[in-house]
């Protein structure tokens, strides 16, 4: 195991944590938008989300992620799901691990120790972004407004992930069925992004899920 610092970073002692859309009140718009909305947006709050780094071709590497995480390691472009945890490529040295809320310090523990003394890097990034789903018949369609990627079915299939330029700035879409697909969206953007997805899909219905 490498001799990197690894604590707790989610508070034990009754501090009470919040997400970015907090103030947004989510919970108390589910259930009052239009009947048959064609989109619908849940919150997916205070999840554990891990940055890993290292070779993706050092057979090594990948077999110790696979050991710690019962997870293989994704190639270009894609998410890989087991139950509520999720692993995607972000680059040719990096992945990004979501794990259920309070999962993440036995997460970083294990891969620590699979990993050994192999030359990697381990962060908590769990307060600085957050994901929200959207599903519906025209979740295509909002899309199609925000961003200029390709999101056709043949060039955007489930199980497909890329970073790109949504709504003038820069976030991760996750296509994970057929009709849902996830943004990875950073903190300090959540109310623009929000404001954002009420204008685009306005015209066919905007529900919200707790």
Excluded: C
Aim: zero cysteines; proline letters at 3%.
């Amino acid at each position: 195991m490498t001799a990197a610092n690894v604590y707790q970073q989610r508070p034990t002692s009754g501090a009470k944590a919040e997400s970015s859309l907090h103030h947004a009140d989510l919970a108390s718009l589910a259930g009052k938008g239009r009947k048959n909305a064609g989109v619908t947006v849940r919150e997916k709050k205070l999840l554990g989300h891990l940055t890993i780094r290292g070779d993706g071709h050092d057979a090594a590497f990948a077999a110790g992620v696979h050991k710690a995480l019962g997870i293989e390691l994704p190639g270009a472009l894609a998410v890989i799901f087991k139950g509520e945890t999720s692993l995607q490529w972000l680059g040719p040295d990096e992945w990004l691990l979501v794990v259920p809320s309070g999962e993440e310090f036995a997460a970083e523990k294990s891969l620590r120790e699979a990993l050994g003394d192999l030359h990697i890097q381990i962060v908590n990034v769990s307060g600085g972004q957050q994901i929200l789903e959207l599903s519906g018949p025209n979740v295509r369609d909002v899309l199609m407004k925000s961003t200029s990627y390709d999101v056709h079915p043949d060039s955007f299939p489930v199980g497909k992930a890329v970073g790109t330029v949504f709504a003038k700035s820069q976030l991760v879409i996750r296509h994970t069925a057929q009709d849902t697909w996830e943004l990875v969206i950073r903190r300090s953007f959540s109310d623009y992004w929000w404001l954002w997805l009420q204008d685009a899909a306005a015209e066919y219905g905007l529900s919200v899920e707790a």
